[in-house]
């Protein structure tokens, strides 16, 4: 099929990717429903892709990964920089030559007797200053179908490009699937990406994480705009008034969630309303007015599926009933439908579970013996949400009122707090940890280091990145967004979550937004403005009175210094380019707790 475009660049590129990796046959993605659809018939055919019952769930399908490529692979991914300070010391580094030695050999040849696609595709709304655009090359047509949801994909993002040599070079090759040989690699010098023997989200879908964070972020930096790991939600008031609110949580912690929830019914009947606008990633550009503003560079959701039900999350869910591609769920072989953990209580009898297997074959089964891996994902359209804000394709983006920082802190963190100014809340966010998740291969539940959720996903050295956001509340000056933290996931002894979360999250979005406008007092403490517990309005939930409250924003004077000194040891460990501004921080904080 011959090429879509007359951009030199791009079709020398291509070009040479052909000629190292040698495929039968080249594809073009025009982003048409009928070459899309077609590469789902052949997907069906191979078993790569599963067609489910079209009168419950039309136009969506099902996959499974192999066995050993269900999550990212932090430990298999690179910032390759010239200088390795540049990146190091908390991204895997090595040099550019060096990998693309090692690498090289891997793609030589390794699409003999495989079809190449080439996806142009475009990160934000068509037409936005704001968006970039990349082009991935790769052999599967669960990569293409994938980003075809993700991104705005085809001709309109080649004619976004025109002759432009301004565009990210993404070459995938599922290789062998080897977990061995596995390399997720980025060049942020080179606007450049290869990734090879994955088949796996985050790995493989290019314009996500490995474009729209790690090479964003280092084009950010040295543009002067940031890319983050941010959903962006709208609240609006009875008045009909939008305030954005921005919130970065580590992976698995709740930004999908967050970003589609349903207001209590105290908020509900007096008129309130949430809207969606990303739930992953934000670009952020100052404005002409001055103002923080943001837009969601994706184009569809690649959520966790564990959890997600009628209750927790009905517009997650409704997003999923169509033109949805699920991943490493079970599947429901009375209706074929699929199933997981979460979804309802209707444990499936006649079932395969996320691998294949039959559930009574007991050859496999996942962690814990569920049917769905943790881990497992729908990619669902943005168009399918009900609650899609009608800005989602605004080309200068949405005007930010707070930023929020949060992640899993079965203790020490507070339910929320405030940050005493920008650089105390640059800060706050440097010094987040969670416990880990399914998102990534590894330990699940063991409390790490993760600022501003970024740890996996900042394309250079973390030093210069906390300068970077310095640098921006300079800028931003007295128009510069108010910035706090939340911690949903704080248990009891019994190792239960106090706080309700979900939807009742917006008890805590509403004091945020109170203090942002000025309406609502804080009592000063050590570690940043915190609430009056009866200003959480904890109205109409069952579990849950301002007691309760109070407790969830009890601060242990030893847990904070135990914590202080884990902020420490990462700014030491992330060596002399940790900001001195940030540093006596850490200091003053240290001095407050003491007292
Ligand atoms: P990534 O897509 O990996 O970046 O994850 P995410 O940050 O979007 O997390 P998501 O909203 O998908 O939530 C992940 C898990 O956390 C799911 O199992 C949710 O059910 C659970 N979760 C989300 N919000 C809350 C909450 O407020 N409280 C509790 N207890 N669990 C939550
Ligand atoms: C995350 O892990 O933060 C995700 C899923 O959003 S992935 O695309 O795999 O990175
Ligand atoms: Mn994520």
């Known amino acids: ?45 191979t078993g790569e892709l599963t067609e489910l019952n079209q009168d419950k769930l039309p136009g969506c399908v099902l996959h499974h990964t192999a066995k050993n490529d269900v999550a990212r692979v932090e430990g298999r991914t690179f910032i390759c920089t010239t200088k390795k300070e540049d990146a190091a010391p908390i991204n895997n580094w090595m040099a550019p030559d060096e990998m693309k030695a090692k690498l090289i050999p891997m793609y030589t040849g390794c699409m003999r007797g495989r079809t190449m696609y080439v996806i142009p595709y475009c990160m934000g709304p068509i037409g936005s200053p704001f968006s970039k655009v990349g082009v991935e090359v790769t052999d599967s047509i669960y990569v293409v179908l994938n980003m075809d949801i993700m991104t705005r994909v085809g001709v309109k993002a080649l004619r976004q490009l025109g002759d432009s040599n301004d565009f990210v070079r993404g070459q995938h ?40 964070l790690r090479i964003a972020s280092y084009q950010g930096y040295k543009e002067g705009w940031m890319a983050e790991h941010m959903l962006i939600l709208g609240i609006e ?54 103002r923080l503003y943001a837009i969601n560079p994706e184009n569809g959701f690649f959520g966790v599926a564990p959890g997600t039900n009628e209750k927790s999350n009905p517009n997650a869910l409704h997003s999923t009933m169509k033109g949805t591609i699920f991943t490493n769920v079970a599947h ?53 949400c009900p609650c899609l804000s009608s800005e989602f394709n605004n080309p200068q983006g949405v005007p930010v009122t707070a930023i929020v920082f949060g992640g899993r802190r079965a203790k020490t963190a507070p339910l929320v707090y405030e940050s005493f100014d920008w650089a105390h809340g640059v800060y706050v966010g440097s010094a987040m940890a969670s416990e880990t998740t399914a998102a990534a291969t590894g330990a699940v539940g063991v409390v790490r280091r993760d600022p501003m959720a970024m740890r996996p996903f900042c394309g250079y050295n973390m030093g210069d990145y906390f300068g970077h956001w310095l640098e921006m509340g300079k800028k931003l000056g007295d128009k510069a967004p108010k910035i706090f933290n939340v911690n949903w996931f704080r248990t009891d002894d019994q190792g239960h979550f106090i706080w309700p979360g979900f939807g009742d999250n917006m008890r805590v979005l509403m004091w945020i937004l109170g203090r942002c406008k000025g309406e609502v007092e804080a009592v000063e403490t050590a570690i940043g403005y915190l609430p009056n517990a009866e200003d959480i309005d904890v109205s109409g939930l069952e579990d849950v009175t301002t007691a309760t409250v109070k407790d969830l924003l009890s601060v242990d004077k030893d847990l904070w210094m135990e914590d202080v000194k884990g902020v420490g040891e990462l700014y030491d460990q992330i060596g002399e380019r940790v900001p001195a501004k940030l540093r006596e921080e850490l200091a003053s904080l240290k001095d407050r707790l003491s007292k």
């Open 1 to 45: 099929m011959s090429s879509l475009t007359s951009n030199q660049h791009v079709l020398d590129w291509v070009k040479e990717m052909e000629t190292l990796m040698t495929p039968d046959n080249v594809i073009w993605i025009d982003g048409s429903e009928g070459q899309l659809r077609a590469l789902r018939e052949e997907a069906f055919k």
């Open 173 to 212: 090759a599922k290789a062998d699937i080897d977990e061995e040989n596995r390399y997720i690699v980025q060049f942020p010098e080179d606007n450049a990406i290869w990734s090879i023997n994955s088949g796996y989200g985050g790995n493989v879908l290019l314009g996500k994480k490995c474009f729209a």
């Open 237 to 290: 008031d009875p008045t009909g008034h939008i305030d954005y609110v921005t919130a970065a949580f580590p992976s698995a912690c709740g930004k999908t969630n967050l970003a589609m929830l349903i207001p209590p019914e105290i908020y509900a009947k007096k008129g309130y309303k949430v809207w969606t606008v990303g739930d992953d990633i934000a670009w952020m550009h100052i404005g002409e007015d001055g």
């Open 332 to 384: 429901n072989l009375t209706d074929n439908t699929v199933w997981w953990e979460g979804l309802d209580k209707n444990i499936p009898e006649d079932a395969q579970e996320w691998t294949g297997l039959a559930v009574d074959g007991k050859e496999y089964v996942a962690d814990g013996g569920k049917l769905a891996h943790p881990n497992s994902r729908f990619t669902a359209p943005a168009v399918n």
